[in-house]
């Protein structure tokens, strides 16, 4: 059985500083994994996502992860946060064989102070 | 075009309505989802498509009924709501249902069932 945990719910960064928002993830399987953010009131949009290629993953907007699979992490980061940024953010791990079977972490609220 | 729309934003109606909502999408993409996310929750899968045919059904209650007419369309025809159906419900689509695939949402429907 698959699982992911977010090991915070709510992060506060002050604008200009780095994020980091941590992921710890169980699998059976070679796992594919993924950010997904979300603004209030909308949908999720994908930031980056693991299949098994290279271990460090470059999204969109800045953000990177680092599958480490001897931690069971796949933690986000950004070296320099921006108020955009702004949202709710969800760790996914995909069950194997097929992309329906998304189990979500219990999502992390980032807030970007001034 | 890289859209998922979904008709209305905004929707409220009563325990004996009947409503739909609609989900469209023109990336040739041949799955689709729905998804019922609480607030301050994760999105929860209710039903997958794959080509057209019902795929998955996470046991949602027969109020609820999907249709996919057509490999653009999505509907979730709602009827006797209860109170607590009141979420944010999402669409999404990928091009196949295999692992991995990034989905890409809608910005949802909104629905207060009083």
């Known amino acids: 059985a698959q699982s992911v945990t977010q090991l915070d719910s709510h992060v506060s960064v002050s604008e200009g500083t780095p994020v980091l928002l941590r992921c710890n993830y169980s699998?059976?399987?070679?796992?594919?994994l993924f950010w997904y953010v979300q603004h209030p009131n909308k949908g999720l949009q994908l930031l980056l996502k693991?299949?098994?290629?290279?271990?460090l993953v470059k999204g969109i907007n800045g953000f990177e992860a680092e599958f480490k699979k001897s931690e069971t992490s796949f933690h986000l980061t950004k070296p320099s946060a921006h108020m955009s940024d702004a949202a709710e953010y969800f760790c996914v791990v995909s069950e194997a064989g097929t992309a329906s079977k998304l189990t979500f972490g219990t999502g992390t609220r980032l807030q970007v102070m001034l | 075009d890289t859209e998922v729309t979904q008709t209305p934003k905004h929707l409220v109606m009563g325990m004996t309505n009947k409503k739909s909502l609609k989900c469209e999408q023109h990336m040739g993409h041949r799955a689709m989802y729905w998804y019922k996310q609480k607030a301050k929750k994760p999105p929860e899968l209710m039903f997958v498509?794959?080509?057209?045919?019902?795929?998955i059904n996470e046991s949602v209650p027969s109020r609820f009924s999907p249709e996919c007419p057509n490999s653009s369309l999505l509907n979730l025809h709602l009827h006797a709501l209860q109170p607590e159906d009141s979420a944010l419900y999402l669409c999404?689509?990928?091009?196949?249902?295999?692992?991995?695939?990034?989905?890409?949402f809608g910005s949802g429907t909104q629905l207060s069932v009083l």
């Open positions: 999404a689509s990928s091009p196949t249902d295999r692992r991995g695939e990034k989905l890409f």
């Open positions: 498509y794959s080509y057209e045919k019902l795929s």
């Open positions: 699998s059976s399987y070679s796992p594919s």
């Open positions: 693991y299949t098994s290629a290279a271990t």
